[in-house]
């Protein structure tokens, strides 16, 4: 396909803008300034010529190219998100574009102290020629999922212009709201979405292909200690702090955490305490790819709480859990055409597919558990929710063909 990508200033566009999460915030979006990405979007769709893009109140995108076919054919739809993790400052980023990379460090001029080298990320010998963006050192560059919203946009705007005669069903956009924190499509509205399938494009390198992702619960465990006087506590005060610490210290080490685990090992991972003496409340996240495991995680911790308080008798806890998401397999599976597209689309696009396991959860996975099924594709997002993200344009590129392919495919599959 010959393109005029229009990728490189929509990406350089959108990092500037700061789109971090919070996540003790209760209101949708968590951050009023994701907003201001979403209404630039809508701005770009209408002057693309997608007169139906509109954002609601909870800063999605939603917009439609419609069928330019007489054969009924299913409509596909492409979602990425425009927030960036609370994990690293997303205010004030300076893209750097690193022409023709030739394999060397790469200094970021804010703080010499970060160097991104092929020693430590070394799919930068893949890229050797490439057009490599980085930030500038002092915060993290937003590719994810930045790429996966200039990749989406670009594709449409190849649609609309330049491959306008491509026989395509309805082509459909979601831009969502605080994926980072756990809520990305906690609001959509599914029936705004005229298709039957779609894909997220929030990945990472070149070929990466994804149809399964963790299942997640959040484990809330609360403990009450008994307070004294510190002066005279002998014998009387039973500290919940110290009670917490306990539990966790007795939790696997070597297993079941996420420092030692990988592939499709799962684990138990607390990652918010809270507390004072009388009152401590330690947050865990729980993963893994059975589902059914997520019981045998929570019990782990409750027979673990049960057992430090047998030293604390005048103390309690109670544990509750929380459903997160689910693993988006158990419904891809159901449709093997959906990853059939994907893979035979990155074969057009001259790409090799990387099928994996995401170690993590997407939109894609939620979307899937509510009747639409969204497996994951690449978009070039390296070293994510640091100081150090970088991304490839050549590589984001590629997506974009994959995009139009499977547009392409899914039209001539009928």
């Known amino acids: 396909m010959e393109l005029k990508h229009t990728?490189?200033?929509?990406?350089?566009?959108?990092v500037k803008i700061d789109t971090e999460a919070d996540p003790f915030s209760d209101s949708s979006p968590s951050t009023e300034k994701q907003k201001d990405l979403s209404r630039l979007l809508v701005k770009e769709l209408h002057e693309m010529g997608l007169e139906n893009a509109y954002t609601d109140e909870h800063g999605y995108v939603y917009a439609t190219i419609p069928s330019n076919s007489k054969k009924d054919i299913d409509g596909v739809f492409f979602c990425s998100h425009v927030d960036t993790a609370p994990d690293v400052t997303g205010k004030d980023v300076k893209p750097i574009v690193h022409r023709n990379y030739q394999g060397q460090d790469i200094i970021l001029p804010d703080d010499n102290t970060q160097v991104i080298s092929a020693t430590k990320y070394p799919q930068l010998l893949d890229k050797i020629?490439?057009?490599?963006?980085?930030?500038s050192g002092k915060t993290l560059l937003g590719s994810d999922d930045k790429s996966g919203v200039a990749i989406i946009m670009d594709a449409m705007?190849?649609?609309m212009h330049t491959v306008s005669d491509i026989e395509h069903g309805p082509v459909s956009v979601l831009f969502t709201t605080d994926e980072e924190i756990g809520r990305g499509v906690q609001h959509v509205d599914t029936s705004l979405i005229p298709a039957k399938f779609g894909y997220t494009l929030d990945g990472g390198d070149l070929g990466d292909y994804a149809d399964e992702n963790f299942s997640a619960d959040s484990i809330v465990l609360t403990v009450h200690g008994v307070s004294a006087h510190p002066g005279y506590a002998k014998g009387k005060m039973e500290h919940s702090i110290k009670i917490v610490a306990a539990i966790i210290d007795r939790l696997p080490k070597d297993t079941l955490s996420p420092e030692t685990t990988s592939g499709k090992e799962g684990f138990i991972h607390p990652n918010h305490i809270e507390?004072?003496?009388?009152k401590t409340v330690v947050t865990f996240i729980i993963r893994d790819f059975d589902t059914s495991a997520l019981e045998h995680r929570e019990k782990l911790i409750e027979n673990t709480a049960k057992?430090?308080?047998i030293d604390y008798p005048g103390s309690s806890f109670k544990i509750e859990r929380n459903k997160q998401y689910r693993n988006m397999k158990?419904?891809?599976?159901?449709y093997p055409f959906i990853s059939e597209l994907a893979l035979d689309a990155m074969k057009e696009a001259g790409v090799e597919a990387k099928p994996k396991a995401i170690r993590g959860g997407t939109d894609g996975a939620v979307l899937s558990h509510r009747g639409l099924p969204c497996p994951n594709i690449f978009a070039a997002?390296?070293?994510i929710h640091s100081r150090h993200e970088w991304t490839s344009l050549q590589d984001m590129e590629k997506a974009v063909e994959t995009i139009l392919h499977i547009v392409k495919l899914n039209a001539e599959r009928i």
Do not use: C, N, P, S
Request: hydrophobic share 40%.
């Open 381 to 383: 997002e390296q070293a």
């Open 275 to 278: 507390g004072g003496l009388e």
């Open 307 to 309: 057992e430090v308080l």
């Open 129 to 135: 020629g490439h057009d490599i963006v980085t930030a």
């Open 157 to 159: 705007y190849q649609l």
């Open 7 to 14: 990728l490189e200033d929509r990406f350089l566009r959108y």
């Open 330 to 334: 158990d419904m891809i599976d159901q």
